[in-house]
C-alpha cells in the first residue's frame, strides 16, 4: 500500500566508490512551482559541482550529494511527513521551503537533521538556542519589512497594509507591524485577505476609502496579482510595493495582458550582486543556466524579448549545499551527524555572489538583515531603484534573452 | 436518583456476566474461517512495526489506520443507513482542530472533548438533514465540507491561518505517542470500530436503519423511527471520525487546515463505496487502496511527465468508477458474496408464540379525504372487531387503500375521526398509531432488497425499540438482549406466517407471495392490535391464497383486529366475517359476503355479471 515505504538507501550505494548522501528539498513545487524548482535547481547544481570536484573526500570515504524533491504543496501536514521521509531515508540535511517548519523542527532535531530554509523570513522560524538545527540563507522579513519602513516612511506616503492568509503572509504581517509600529501615522489600513485572489478587491476599495497614498502588498504572487488588478482596474494608479515574492514569474504572467500595470511595482529582496562586484554572480547564473537552461518567465519586452528570471532565490539553496558540504568535509563524514551540525557553526564558503556564506552558534542566519535592496518593474523586468543609497549603487542585471 | 440497592448490584453483576457468558457462547458459535482470518490480519497488523520497522512508513501507515477508523464509521451511515454523506472529513476536522486548540489540557480530555464535539456536529448534520434523499443528502453533506474549509480559511487566529496549529506528539500517562504507538492506537481503532459497526448492525438500531434505508414506505408502516435512528447514526459515525481526527492531529503534530477540506470527505466516501459500504471491513479495504492511489498517482505522473498532485485524486475516481459500474457494491461485499451465498443461522432461532397484543377495537366515523376537486372518501363509518376479518372491496378508485391509509395515520383525513378503543386518535402521526398497535402493510410488498427475511422481519420487531447508539456501538447487555428479543420475535412472526424456512433466503430470491407473508410478519413482529393489510394476495396463485387464507384465520383466532382490502373475492369469501363494499368513496354495501354477494347493487356496480372463473364471486 501507499505507506509502505522502500527505503533509498540514503548512504551507501557506491559507484567508483563513491558513498551518496541525501539532501531532501521540501519545498511547494505543486503548489507554487516557481519557488520549488528555484530551490531545487540552486540544491542540484550545488551537488553536480561537489561531484564535478571529485565529490567530499573523508576518512569515512567519499561522498556525493542527491538531491530528492519532496513536495510539501505548501502544508504544513505534508511538510512534517516529508521530514519524516526524509529521516528515514537517511537525509544528511532538508533544503526547506519554511512551511510547516514549526511543526517539523523538533523531528528534524531528534534525528540530528540539519534543517535549511531558503525562502520564508519569518520571525520565529530560526533561533539558534532553542532550534539549534534550523538554519535560514535568506532574507528574513525583518530585514525586508524594516528597509521597506525605511524606504517608504521618508516619502510620506499614507500606506495600506495588506498581507494574505498564507503563512508567509501572517509572517510578513507580523513583522510590518514591528517594522511600522514606531510609525502609525504612516499607515492608513492594515487589512488581511485570503490567498489567492478571494476578497482582495474589498481590501484595495477600502485602501482606497481610507486615504491610502500606496499599497503595501505581503503575499503570496496570486494575491499580489489580484491587488495589482483590482487597484489599475477601477483607474487606481496607485504606487504598489512588495516583499520578494513580487519576483515570482507568476505575477507576471497573471497581468500578462496588462504590462503597464506592472510597470512600477517596486520590491525589497536579497541582493544578488556583492560589494565586489557582480562577477561572481554572472559566473553563478552561466553555471545554472549551462545546467537548467535559463529561466523564462514567459513573457516579453515591448520589443519583443523574451525575459528571463535571474536565479536569486536558486543563490540560497545553492549556498547551503556548499556550506553542507564544507561542513561534512569538516566534520570528517556522516557517522557523527552531531558533529556535522556543529561543524555548520563553524564553517564558511563564497558563497553564488562572493558573499562569504556561513553560520555561527549565536546565529543561524546566513543573509543579514541590511543586505536588502529595492527594485523596481519596469518593461516586465526589474532593476534597482535609484532613490535607495544602496540600490543605486546596484549593477542592472540583464533580464533578457 | 434513586440510590442502588446491594441486591440491585448483586442482580446488575449477575445479569452482566450472564450476558457474557451468553456472549462468548455466541462468540463460540459463530466462530468461523472468516474470523480466524480476521484475528490473524488483526494481529499481524499490530506486529507491522516491530517486525518491518525499516521498511514501512509507520507514521503514514499510522495515518490511514485513522483515516480507515473514520471511513469504518462512515460505512454505518452509507451501508445500512443508506445515507451517501459527503462530510466526514468535517467530523474529522473538527476532531483535530477541538484536540490542537486544548493542547494545554491532558490528552485523554481533548480526546474527550473533540468526540463529544463531533458527536454533536454529527448529530446536527443528521437532524437537519437525514430525512432528505440520498442524493439531497449527498448534495448538502457537501456543501457542508465545503462550509467546513472556508470557515476554517476564514478563522485564522482559531486554526492558526494556512500554518495550522501545531501540536505536540502527546502522551497517554507515561506513554510517550510514537508513529509506532500511534500505528498501534490506530489499528485498535480500527479494529474496535469494525467490531462496534457489526454491533449497530445487528442491533436494534441497525436494523432500522436498513429498514428505513432499503424499504422507507415500508419502514414507515411499521413505524420505524427514520429520523432519531439516521441522527444516531450519524452521531456515532461522526464520534468515530472525531476521535480519529483527534488523535491524528498528534500524529501530524500540525492540525493543518488545506488537510480538512471537502477532498478529504471524498476521500473518505470513496473508501467506503470502493471497499463496501455494506461490510464493516469493506472501507478498510477502500482506504487502503485509496491510500495506494497516492504512490501509484507520483510513478504514473513521473512516466508521463505529467503533474503528479492530482494523479491521485484522478486514479480514485476511476477506482471508485470502476466499482460503481460493476454493481458489486464493492470489493468486499462482492468477495463475500462468492465465499457464502446463506448466513449461518443465529443460535437464538427458537419458536416461541408470536407477540401479539389483544385485539382492540377500531372505529372510524365520517372520513373525508379529498384531492383537490377529488373526493376520494365521502364519510367513511367502519367499525373493527378484535378476532374478526373485516373486507374492504370495490372497484379500482373505490377509495380502499386511501381508507387504509388514513386509518394508519399516514394520511391525514379532512373530516372524520378515528377511535382506539376509547382513545381519539386525531394528530396521531403513522408512528404514533403503530406504537399503539395499529400496523399496515403496503399494496405492494416491500422489496427489502438484500436483506435477508430475518433481518426484514426483525426490523419490525425492532420498530419500537428504542435507537440506543452508544449502547449498540458497545454491544451493552441491553443492547444484546433487545437485539435478540427482536430476533426471537421475528422468528416467531415468520413461524405465525408459516415461512420459518424462508428466514436465512435473501428477501429478493422470494416469490411475490412469500415477500407479502414476509412483509405480515413484519407487521406481526411489531406486536400489534390491529392489522391492516393491503392487498395482501396481489399475485399470489390458488394455493398461496389458501395458505395466506389459513394464516389469517389463525390471526382472528388469536383475536387480532383485522381488516384486509382486497381484490382477490375467494379470499374474501373464505376468511372475512364482514365485507364493506365501497363504490366511489362511499359505503355501497355492508355485511357478511353472503349478504354482500347477494346485495343486486353490488352486483350492478361492482361484480358486473359475474365472473367464470369464479375469482370475482363471492
Known amino acids: ?401 | 436518583m434513586p440510590a442502588t440497592t446491594p441486591s440491585e448490584s448483586v442482580t446488575t453483576v449477575g445479569r452482566t456476566s450472564a450476558e457474557l457468558r451468553r456472549a462468548l457462547a455466541e462468540t463460540r458459535h459463530a466462530w468461523s474461517a472468516r474470523a480466524w482470518l480476521g484475528t490473524a490480519v488483526f494481529a499481524a497488523a499490530l506486529l507491522v512495526p516491530i517486525v518491518l520497522s525499516s521498511h514501512v512508513a509507520v507514521d503514514r501507515l499510522a495515518h490511514y489506520a485513522y483515516l480507515a477508523a473514520a471511513a469504518v464509521a462512515l460505512g454505518l451511515v452509507v451501508g445500512p443507513g443508506g445515507m451517501p454523506s459527503l462530510c466526514q472529513g468535517v467530523f474529522v476536522g473538527l476532531g483535530a482542530v477541538i484536540s490542537a486548540r486544548l493542547g494545554a489540557v491532558p490528552l485523554l480530555v481533548s480526546l474527550a472533548c473533540a468526540t463529544a464535539v463531533a458527536a454533536l456536529a454529527g448529530a446536527a448534520v443528521g437532524a437537519g438533514f437525514a430525512r432528505l434523499r440520498a442524493v439531497y443528502l449527498a448534495v448538502a453533506t457537501w456543501l457542508i465540507a465545503w462550509g467546513f474549509a472556508l470557515a476554517l480559511l476564514a478563522s485564522p487566529r482559531f486554526v492558526g491561518g494556512t500554518d495550522g496549529l501545531v501540536v505536540g506528539p502527546g502522551h497517554i500517562g507515561s506513554v510517550d505517542l510514537t508513529p509506532t504507538v500511534h500505528y498501534e492506537l490506530g489499528v485498535v481503532l480500527v479494529f474496535v470500530v469494525v467490531l462496534g459497526v457489526g454491533a449497530v448492525r445487528r442491533s436494534a438500531l441497525g436494523l432500522q436503519l436498513e429498514g428505513v434505508a432499503v424499504t422507507p414506505a415500508g419502514a414507515a408502516a411499521l413505524g420505524v423511527p427514520r429520523g432519531a435512528a439516521r441522527t444516531k447514526a450519524f452521531a456515532v459515525s461522526a464520534a468515530v471520525a472525531g476521535l480519529a481526527g483527534a488523535l491524528a492531529v498528534h500524529l501530524a503534530l500540525v492540525a493543518d487546515p488545506a488537510a480538512y477540506g471537502p477532498y478529504l470527505s471524498f476521500q473518505l466516501l470513496v473508501a467506503c463505496l470502493v471497499g463496501g459500504a455494506a461490510s464493516p471491513v469493506g472501507p478498510v479495504v477502500g482506504i487502503a487502496l485509496v491510500g495506494l492511489m497516492g504512490p501509484v498517482g507520483e510513478a504514473l505522473g513521473r512516466l508521463t511527465g505529467a503533474e503528479t498532485a492530482r494523479f491521485g485524486a484522478m486514479l480514485s475516481a476511476l477506482l471508485l468508477v470502476a466499482v460503481l459500474a460493476s454493481g458489486t457494491g464493492g470489493i468486499v461485499p462482492a468477495l463475500e458474496a462468492r465465499l457464502r451465498a446463506r448466513r449461518r443461522p443465529a443460535p437464538e432461532a427458537r419458536a416461541e408464540p408470536v407477540r401479539v397484543r389483544t385485539g382492540e377495537r377500531l372505529e372510524a366515523r365520517g372520513l373525508v379525504k379529498r384531492f383537490d376537486d377529488h373526493v376520494a372518501l365521502a364519510g367513511l363509518d367502519l367499525d373493527l372487531e378484535p378476532g374478526r376479518i373485516t373486507a374492504l372491496i370495490g372497484p379500482n378508485g373505490s377509495g380502499k387503500s386511501t381508507a387504509l391509509r388514513l386509518l394508519s395515520g399516514s394520511l391525514v383525513a379532512d373530516e372524520g375521526r378515528v377511535h382506539l378503543a376509547d382513545r381519539v386518535l386525531d394528530g396521531h402521526s403513522a408512528r404514533d398509531r403503530a406504537r399503539l398497535g395499529i400496523v399496515r402493510t403496503l399494496q405492494r410488498p416491500p422489496a427489502f432488497a438484500g436483506m435477508f427475511a430475518l433481518d426484514a422481519v426483525t426490523v419490525g420487531a425492532a420498530a419500537d425499540l428504542p435507537p440506543r447508539a452508544v449502547r449498540a456501538f458497545f454491544a451493552t447487555p441491553t443492547a444484546r438482549a433487545g437485539g435478540r428479543s427482536a430476533r426471537a420475535d421475528a422468528h416467531s412472526a415468520l413461524d405465525a406466517v408459516g415461512i420459518r424456512e424462508a428466514a436465512e433466503r435473501r428477501c429478493d430470491e422470494l416469490t411475490g407471495a412469500e415477500r407479502q407473508l414476509v412483509a405480515i410478519a413484519a407487521a406481526l413482529a411489531t406486536g400489534p392490535s390491529v392489522l391492516l393489510l393491503d392487498e395482501p394476495a396481489a399475485g399470489a396463485g390458488a394455493q398461496e391464497v389458501a395458505r395466506l387464507g389459513d394464516v389469517l384465520r389463525r390471526l382472528r383466532a388469536d383475536g387480532l383486529t383485522l381488516l384486509v382490502v382486497e381484490h382477490n373475492l375467494r379470499l374474501v369469501h373464505d376468511v372475512a366475517d364482514v365485507v364493506v363494499v365501497l363504490d366511489r368513496g362511499a359505503i355501497l354495501a355492508r355485511g357478511t359476503p353472503a349478504d354482500v354477494a347477494g346485495d343486486p347493487r353490488v352486483r350492478a356496480a361492482y361484480l358486473g355479471s359475474g365472473d367464470p372463473n369464479g375469482e370475482t364471486s363471492l
Request: proline letters at 5%.
Open chain 1, 1 to 401: 500500500m501507499g505507506a509502505l515505504v522502500v527505503l533509498v538507501s540514503g548512504c551507501g550505494g557506491s559507484s567508483d566508490e563513491h558513498q551518496t548522501l541525501t539532501v531532501v528539498v521540501n519545498a511547494p513545487f505543486s503548489r507554487t512551482p516557481y519557488v520549488g524548482e528555484t530551490i531545487a535547481r540552486g540544491a542540484e547544481l550545488a551537488a553536480q559541482e561537489v561531484r564535478t570536484a571529485g565529490g567530499i573526500v573523508t576518512d569515512d570515504g567519499t561522498f556525493d550529494l542527491r538531491i530528492v524533491r519532496a513536495d510539501n504543496a505548501l502544508s504544513p501536514q505534508r511538510a512534517v511527513a516529508n521530514v519524516r521521509d526524509a529521516i528515514r531515508d537517511n537525509a544528511v540535511a532538508i533544503v526547506d521551503e519554511g512551511t510547516g517548519v514549526d511543526a517539523s523542527w523538533k523531528l528534524a532535531r531528534d534525528a540530528q537533521l540539519p534543517l535549511a530554509i531558503t525562502y520564508q523570513g519569518g520571525a520565529g522560524l530560526v533561533d539558534p538556542e532553542t532550534r539549534p538545527n534550523v538554519f535560514r540563507i535568506a532574507p528574513t522579513d525583518r530585514g525586508i519589512s524594516f528597509r521597506l519602513a525605511e524606504y517608504l516612511v521618508p516619502k510620506g506616503l499614507r500606506i495600506a497594509l495588506l498581507t494574505d492568509d498564507s503563512g508567509y503572509g501572517r509572517e510578513g504581517k507580523a513583522a510590518l507591524a514591528k517594522a511600522f509600529g514606531s510609525n502609525p501615522e504612516a499607515v492608513a489600513l492594515r487589512a488581511e485577505v485570503p490567498a489567492g485572489s478571494g476578497g482582495v478587491s474589498t481590501a484595495v476599495l477600502r485602501a482606497r476609502d481610507a486615504g491610502a497614498t500606496a499599497l503595501l502588498v505581503w503575499g503570496q504572487a496570486r494575491t499580489l496579482a489580484a491587488a495589482i488588478t483590482a487597484a489599475r482596474s477601477r483607474g487606481w494608479n496607485v504606487p504598489v510595493y512588495a516583499p520578494p515574492s513580487a519576483e515570482d514569474p507568476l505575477l507576471r504572467q497573471q497581468l500578462a495582458d496588462h504590462p503597464e500595470w506592472v510597470d512600477g511595482l517596486t520590491f525589497a529582496s536579497g541582493r544578488m550582486t556583492a560589494e565586489r562586484g557582480p562577477e561572481d554572480w554572472m559566473r553563478f547564473q552561466a553555471a545554472f543556466e549551462t545546467s537548467f537552461g535559463a529561466d523564462l518567465v514567459g513573457v516579453r519586452t515591448s520589443s519583443g524579448a523574451p525575459v528571463a528570471q535571474p536565479p536569486d532565490y536558486a543563490m540560497y539553496a545553492y549556498d547551503f549545499v556548499r556550506v553542507l558540504a564544507a561542513a561534512i568535509d569538516r566534520a570528517n563524514g556522516v557517522d557523527d551527524r552531531d558533529a556535522v551540525l556543529r561543524a555548520l557553526d563553524e564553517v564558511t564558503v563564497r558563497g553564488a555572489n562572493g558573499d562569504e556564506r556561513g553560520f555561527n552558534v549565536h546565529n543561524h542566519e546566513g543573509v543579514v538583515d541590511d543586505d536588502v535592496y529595492f527594485a523596481r518593474f519596469e518593461d516586465m523586468t526589474f532593476r534597482p531603484v535609484a532613490d535607495d543609497a544602496l540600490s543605486s549603487t546596484l549593477p542592472v542585471i540583464d533580464q533578457t534573452r
